[in-house]
C-alpha cells in the first residue's frame, strides 16, 4: 500500500489546480451571483480531458483512472464547487451511465461528443415527488412501432436547460416495480423534450439546474440504454461510481474552504495578534485539516477499489466516502465563517458562497440519510 501520488498524479493535480486558480477563479463571485452556467469554459474543460475523464481514448476520452478522477474534481471543488458538480454531473452520471450500459454504436454516437466536451451531458432520476424513493417515478415510456414515446418530467435535473445530451429513467413496466424501469438517451431538439422550470438556488448557483418535460417525446428504438428493465438497478451501479465523485467534490471544498480559514486567521489580528495565536483557533484548524485526510483516504480507497476490481461493486466504501466526506465539508464551511467572524457573513470572502455551496453534498446523489440507510443495508447483509 503507497500513500504517496505518482508523478503523473502530482503533475495532473498541479495543472488542474492551475486551470481552476487562472479560467475559474477570477469569475467565481460573477457566475454565482448571476446564476451563469459557464458555456464558454466547457470548450477550455474538454481541452484538458475534464470532459471525458475516465471514457477510453477510442470514445475521445482521457481515459483516466477513478483516482485521477477525484484529483480533478477536487481540484475544481476547491475554488469553484458549482462547476465541480457540472463535471461531476456530466462525467459521473451521464457520460457513466452510457460507458456503463451503452453499446458500441451508442458510445461512439453520444458518448464520444460528451468526452471531447463538444456536448454536454445531463441525467434525470429524480421526479417532483420521488428523490430518495426513485423507483416511485412516474414518467413513463410506451412502445409504440419503433419509437418508445416518453411521457412525465424530471426534477432538479443538472444541465435540464444547457444539456445536449440527457439519460432519462422512465416505467416501462408498472407491475414489475424497479425492474420496470428502463433508461432512454434522449437528445436535444427532440420534438416533447423541453426544459421546464429553472431552479433558483441556494448553492452551486453557476451549475445549471432545472426541470426536464416530456409530453409525447419520441426516442428510436435503439436509444434504450442497458437492457430493458434494467434502468434502476443500473442506475444503482452508475451511483455507486457517482458517489465518489461526490465524496472528492466535499473533500476539496472542504479543502477550499479550510484554506481561506487558515489564510484569514494568520492575516487578521485581535487583541493584538493574529487569531490564529489563539487556541480556540487552532483546535478548529487542526481538527478541520485532519478529517479532510480521513475522508481523502475514505474517497480514495472506494476510488482505488473501482480501479482494482472494476467488476466488483463498491456500494458500501462509495456510501461511506460520500457521507462522511460531505459532513466534514459541511462542519468545515461553517467554521470557515466562524473564523472570518463578520467577513464570513459578506460576499468580499469566499467563505459565505462555501457555506451556501455545502449543503447540496450531503442532498445530491442521495441524502445523509439514504447513505446511512445505504450502508447498513450493507453491514446486515
Ligand atoms: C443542485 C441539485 C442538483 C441535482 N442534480 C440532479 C441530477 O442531475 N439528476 C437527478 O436525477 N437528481 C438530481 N438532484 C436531485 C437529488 O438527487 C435529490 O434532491 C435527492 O436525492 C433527495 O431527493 P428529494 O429532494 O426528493 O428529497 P426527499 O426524498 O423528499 O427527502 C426529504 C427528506 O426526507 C429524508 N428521507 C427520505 N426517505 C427517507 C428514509 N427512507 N429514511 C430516512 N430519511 C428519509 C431525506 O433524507 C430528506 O432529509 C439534484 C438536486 C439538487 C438540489
Redesign the pocket.
Known sequence: MDFRPTEEQALLRRSVREFAETEIRPHVREWDETQHFPLELVPKLGALGLMGIQVPEQYGGAAMSAVDYCICIEEIARVDPAVA?SVA?HNG?CSSHILMFGSDEQKRKFLTPLARGEKIG?????EST?????AGMRTTAVKAGDCWTINGS??????GRVGDIMVTMAVTDRTAGPKGISAFIVEKGTPGVAPGKK?D?LG?RA?D?SEVLFENCRVPSDQLLGELGQGFVNTMQVLDAGRIGIAALSVGLAQGAYEAALRYAQERKAFGRPISGFQAIQWKLADHATRIEAARLLTYRAAYLKDKHPKTRTTLESSMAKLYASEIAVRAAEDCVQIHGGYGFVKDYPAEKFFRDVK?TT????????QR?VIARELLR
Do not use: N
Not at 130 to 134: I, L, V
Not at 154 to 159: M, Q
Open positions: 458538480l454531473a452520471l445531463a441525467w434525470g432520476l429524480t420521488s428523490g430518495s424513493d426513485a424530471k426534477t432538479f435535473t443538472t444541465h431552479e438556488k452551486m451549475s439546474t447540496l442532498i445530491g446523489e442521495g441524502t445523509s440519510e439514504i440507510l
